[in-house]
C-alpha cells in the first residue's frame, strides 16, 4: 500500500503568525492561497500545510497519486484500493471514500492515541 506524499496539516490561529514563524524555521511558500486561509510552505523534503479555520486539530496527512512536490507518480495506490484494504483489517472510517467514483477523494482514520489521519486523492 503507497500512501503518497507526507505532510502534518497544522490548524493555526493566525496564519500570518505562522508562516514567519515557520519562514524562520527555514520553511518557504510552496503552494497556497494565505487571502484564503491554507499555505503549504515546504523544508527540503518536509511539507507543512496551514489552515486557519478549516478543522480542529492538526491531522498527519497522505496524498496518494503525489510525491512530495505535489507532482503526480507514474504509478500508485488509489485511495479506493487503500480504503477496500484499510477495511479488511477492520480499520474504522470517520469518511470514507465513495467506492464507486474515480479520481480526486478522500478518507479519515484515527490512531489509538487520537491523532487524525487524513488521505487526500488530486488525482
Do not use: C
Request: charged share 20%; no cysteine; proline share 3%.
Amino acid at each position: 500500500m503507497k500512501l503518497g506524499a507526507f505532510s502534518v496539516s497544522l490548524s493555526v490561529k493566525d496564519i500570518h503568525l505562522s508562516k514567519a514563524f515557520y519562514e524562520n524555521l527555514g520553511f518557504t511558500v510552496f503552494h497556497g492561497d494565505i487571502n484564503q486561509n491554507w499555505l503549504i510552505m515546504k523544508n527540503d523534503q518536509t511539507v507543512i500545510g496551514m489552515f486557519q479555520g478549516m478543522f480542529e486539530g492538526n491531522l498527519l496527512t497522505f496524498n496518494p497519486g503525489w510525491n512530495q512536490d505535489a507532482q503526480p507518480l507514474e504509478s500508485f495506490t488509489d485511495i479506493r484500493d487503500i480504503q477496500k484494504e484499510l477495511k479488511g483489517k477492520n480499520f474504522e472510517f470517520s469518511r470514507e471514500a465513495d467506492e464507486s467514483t474515480e479520481g480526486p477523494t478522500s478518507l479519515v482514520i484515527t490512531d489509538p492515541d487520537g491523532n487524525v489521519i487524513l488521505i487526500d486523492q488530486h488525482v
